[in-house]
């Protein structure tokens, strides 16, 4: 049926059907990041995890790029397959998995050269500091897989193959475990064994996944490439909203924690590290969902099939709020149990974590809203759209309330500081959706 998905009848079934392997892949993702998490808080310490909250710009930075090529990228190929072009969008597919590849390849010879100097740049204490550069010195060896998996992962939902993408996640789930509890547990290598388990487990179902390319029969399969300066101008321009709103992720994340060692510390990075790793849990499956139907959205395009536009965005925004709805609820009524599965209450930051919880919470009524808006717009090739509704939202909106609400509020402005940016930017996103509705025919 996955296979078939751009020509059935658009309804709750089949888009369903399509879109659930898409969000339980994400979920399953985030679960075990989040399981790294518990892994170094429980058998290294909470220094250790707030040095993975302070390296994660660098990986927001890692995360832009593969974003940018997969989704503008993805809008280019699958836009074509819909105007019937199949060889073009092929050779397309080929050419811009090869640039990623090329792309990481320099990311990683630059990386190995300045990871002192990344690993000291967060202003940490030396223990912290060490901590930052164990992990990253280790697992700057898989930024090509881990590039090369965000893109042929978005390419194989594309294809119909959204039950491979979840079992492949699945499957590189259960190795990452595997590895954390063998290389922390076992051989007590510590940050570098948490580095080590995270690049394999991401690195199996990349490969799983690369060799369905290989197969002739799929929707979309490797051929011999064309470079078209044009294709590739197209995906980096379609993904520049991708692009800034992981990028700028990083840079605010770094406000974040800067702001949250100022007023409570060591203590309050752990526990913001905690507080986003149940959003981003929670979050997934949001990012899931227009995994899926991002695809959907280029192809119905270039077919110039309005009818399908307009009920595919009706469904969306039904399903979303009823996401939001129900993940805000849990999770303020899980707070105990979740924030208990990294901390006990003995540890000075499980008690602030489980306060920042229930006011952090707010925004997941809302982030659905605004990740679709700007998807949208990437799918539908309006990648400057989507831009400003990215780049507002987690930038302008977001670095406004982490330097504004603590004056005012302390550290609960902090905690506030996401919800209220959320709010700013679905007031944007709703002007944006309404005003082109006629042009795009959604």
């Excluded at 197209?234 to 909203?241: A, F, I, M, P």
């Excluded at 759209?385 to 670095?399: C, D, E, G, Q």
Aim: glycine share 10%; net charge positive.
């Amino acid at each position: 049926m996955n296979e078939t998905i751009y020509h059935k009848p658009l309804n709750f079934k089949n888009l369903l059907v399509f879109v659930i392997p898409t969000m339980l892949m994400t979920v399953i993702q985030s679960l075990y990041s989040m399981i790294d998490g518990v892994f170094i808080s429980n058998l290294i310490g909470t220094d250790a995890l707030s040095a993975l909250t302070l390296i994660a710009p660098f990986f927001s930075i890692l995360m832009a790029i593969a974003a940018m090529l997969a989704s503008g990228g993805s809008a280019v190929v699958m836009k074509k397959m819909g105007e019937g072009k199949e060889q073009e969008a092929k050779e397309d597919f080929t050419m811009l998995i090869l640039v990623n590849i090329l792309i990481g390849i320099v990311l990683t010879l630059g990386g190995t050269a300045f990871v002192s100097q990344l690993s000291g740049s967060f202003g940490a204490s030396p223990v912290v500091t060490a901590y930052c550069q164990s992990y990253l010195s280790t697992y700057i060896a898989f930024i090509v897989p881990e590039l090369l998996f965000s893109n042929v992962l978005m390419y194989v939902i594309a294809a119909g193959g959204s039950k491979l993408a979840m079992a492949s996640s699945l499957f590189g789930g259960v190795f990452n475990i595997a590895f954390d509890f063998i290389f922390i547990k076992l051989f007590g290598f510590g940050m570098m064994g948490a580095a080590l388990a995270s690049g394999l487990g991401m690195m199996i179902p990349c490969l799983i996944i690369m060799a369905y390319f290989f197969n002739k029969k799929r929707m979309l399969h490797f051929v011999r490439p064309k470079f078209r300066g044009c294709v590739l101008t197209r995906t980096l321009s379609n993904g520049v909203s991708e692009f800034f709103s992981n990028l700028v992720s990083g840079v605010v994340m770094l406000l974040f924690n800067r702001s949250m060692l100022h007023y409570a510390g060591e203590n309050g990075v752990a526990a913001s590290t905690i507080i986003f790793y149940v959003f981003s849990f929670m979050n997934a499956v949001y990012m899931g969902y227009m995994l899926g139907t991002s695809p959907m959205f280029s192809y119905f395009y270039g077919e110039q099939n309005r009818e399908k536009l307009r009920k595919l965005k009706a469904l969306s925004l039904k399903l979303i709020g009823a996401l939001g709805i129900a993940t805000t609820i849990l999770t303020v009524l899980s707070s105990r149990q979740l924030i208990g599965i990294f901390t006990g209450p003995d540890n000075p930051a499980y008690a602030m974590a489980l306060h920042g919880n229930r006011l952090f919470s707010a925004a997941l009524l809302i982030a659905g809203f605004n990740t679709f808006s700007s998807a949208l717009f990437t799918a539908l090739g309006n990648g400057l759209i989507s831009a400003v509704i990215s780049f507002s939202r987690t930038f302008v909106f977001l670095a406004g309330c982490i330097l504004i609400l603590p004056v005012f509020l302390g550290i609960d402005g902090l905690w506030l500081s996401v919800p209220i940016a959320e709010c700013m930017a679905l007031v944007l996103s709703v002007c944006f959706v309404k005003k082109y509705e006629t042009k795009y025919g959604y």
